[in-house]
C-alpha cells in the first residue's frame, strides 16, 4: 500500500516562497517523485520531477524559480518555490513512480492548495 502525504501548500504573497513537502510510507524504491499542479479550468501540468539519480526536470514555466530535491533515502521530496506568481496558484500534486513488475507505477498523493495573491 503506497502512500503520498503532501504538506507545506498555503497563501503567500507574489514574489515570495513556499516549501512543498512530499513523503512516501514504506521504505520502498521510488524511481522518480515530483509534483504537477492543475488550476481551474486546465490541464495538470508538469512542475518538477527527480529520479533517484539525481536527474531533475522542470516545467518552463517555473524553471530558475522552483528547486526539487530528495533526501538520501528517496522516500521524501522537497520543493521549494521562490519569486511566487499569481498564476502558480494551482493544487500541487505530489506523484512518485516505482517499478512494479514489469511496468513503472505511478502514485499521486492528495495535493496542496497554493495560492499566490496579494
Known amino acids: 500500500q503506497v502512500q503520498l502525504v503532501e504538506s507545506g501548500g498555503g497563501l503567500v504573497q507574489p514574489g515570495g516562497s513556499l516549501a512543498l513537502s512530499c513523503s512516501v510510507s514504506?521504505?520502498?524504491?521510488?524511481?522518480?517523485m515530483g509534483w504537477y499542479r492543475q488550476a481551474p479550468g486546465k490541464q495538470r501540468e508538469l512542475v518538477a520531477t527527480i529520479t533517484s539519480d539525481g536527474r531533475s526536470n522542470y516545467g518552463d514555466s517555473v524553471k530558475g524559480r522552483f528547486t526539487i530535491s530528495r533526501d538520501s533515502a528517496g522516500n521524501t521530496g522537497f520543493l521549494q518555490m521562490n519569486s511566487l506568481k499569481p498564476e502558480d496558484t494551482a493544487v500541487y500534486y505530489c506523484n512518485a513512480k516505482r517499478p512494479s513488475g514489469s511496468t513503472m507505477s505511478a502514485y499521486w498523493g492528495q495535493g496542496t492548495q497554493v495560492t499566490v495573491s496579494s
Open positions: 514504506g521504505s520502498i524504491f521510488i524511481y522518480a
